[in-house]
């Protein structure tokens, strides 16, 4: 995906990675290692989804730790 983002006068391309790389585990936080856990084992059994769900929950878990 690429998007235009305006700078000062000029356009410039941005090239947007997707998906964007997987959330890491904030070392010490419990509920992080239990989502980590989760999404190992979902793709461990190839569950793709409940992967991409686990990531989903850990970025949105992770903005607590801002």
Known sequence: MIDEVACD???TAVLTL???PEP???EGCARCGE????RGRARAGGDL???SDCNVLL???Q???R
Do not use: D, T
């Open 35 to 38: 989502l980590a856990a989760l």
């Open 59 to 61: 970025r949105r878990h």
């Open 24 to 26: 890491v585990p904030v």
């Open 49 to 51: 989804s409940g992967v």
């Open 18 to 20: 997707w998906p964007p």
């Open 63 to 65: 903005e607590g730790h």
């Open 9 to 11: 006068s000029a356009r």
